[in-house]
């Protein structure tokens, strides 16, 4: 099957199948009960997808000339919609416009994956592995709001298998513990003092953004967009705090395609997907 929105065909791996409604509902009350993070998370992407392990629905573009260098975009898609939708919002397009050599990977990364927790395992076996089988030495991932989270949790666990990271609008966690780093003056005077990775995603998350500060974890290179009135702005400005000037760019706007598209752009006519495939 093909579409018109790629220039090359596509293809897919076998639909997914759905764990049970009921399962869902069960961890949903199970993480009321225990009162945790995961259950903000939960119900702020909101209960559109059950949790799942299945291999991942995947489309990919191939660039008309690429390098000798093989190197794979993974866009990560964010709550709403599809993995198509960005292919039908002309992201892909605008790789082709520019005539970037790279090729993308879209996989349909949807909150089931999340709320698994096997999008980073699942990533790993279905995208970047049969990739590196392939031949393609180089990998960068592109998340889009949920998407965003997504690609950095990728990077902290695997941060040798990324070359960069482009993360738009991303959601980096809920109101508590960002006013909590604000109010302690950012990610560098702030302390998470003792927690469980296991139980507190969000403390384990920005401990890790804190080390790499530090020096004492690895990452790949990041770069950061948003819009300055973004809901999820307060925690962007935290991030971009920690960044270099040039790996940053905010416009006027909000949580919207449109803005997140024009950062995007942004960032292409900026040349930031062009040094690491010359």
């Known amino acids: 099957m093909a579409t018109a929105h790629l220039k090359t065909p596509f293809f897919r791996d076998k639909a997914p199948p759905w764990r049970p409604l009921s399962a869902l509902h069960k961890k949903a009350t199970m993480m009321l009960s225990m009162k945790t993070p995961a259950l903000s998370l939960a119900f702020f992407l909101g209960l559109s997808a059950c ?7 995947t489309l990919y573009d191939k660039a008309e000339a690429p390098e000798s260098r093989k190197t794979m975009l993974v866009f990560l898609r964010g709550r709403g919609g599809n993995h198509e939708d960005l292919v039908a ?3 892909v397009k605008d790789l082709r416009d520019r005539n970037i050599p790279v090729d993308a990977a ?5 909150f089931g994956y999340y709320i698994g927790e096997t ?4 990533l790993e076996a279905d995208v970047v592995e049969p990739a590196r089988a392939e031949g393609y030495e180089s990998f960068w991932l592109v998340g889009f709001s949920m998407g965003g989270l997504g690609a950095l949790m990728y990077a902290r666990q695997h941060p040798k298998d990324v070359e960069g990271v482009l993360v738009i609008a991303p959601f980096l966690g809920y109101e508590d513990i960002i006013r909590e780093i604000a ?9 998470p003092g003792a927690h469980d990775p296991a139980k507190d995603w969000q403390r384990a998350f ?3 953004l804190k080390q790499c500060d530090e020096g004492k974890q690895a990452r790949p290179p990041v770069y950061l967009g948003y819009g300055r009135e973004d809901s999820f702005a307060p925690a962007c400005r935290l991030l971009e705090d920690l960044l270099p000037e040039d790996h940053v760019i905010s416009i006027p706007g909000g949580h919207t395609n449109t803005i997140m598209r024009k950062v995007w752009r942004l960032f292409l006519e900026r040349g930031v997907l062009g040094p690491p495939f010359k």
């Open 51 to 57: 949790a799942t392990n299945a291999p991942l629905e």
């Open 89 to 91: 919002q002309g992201y």
């Open 106 to 110: 879209l996989p349909n990364a949807h």
């Open 119 to 122: 999008l980073v395992p699942r």
């Open 183 to 191: 109010k302690a003056g950012g990610v560098r005077s702030w302390e």
């Open 206 to 208: 920005w401990s890790w």
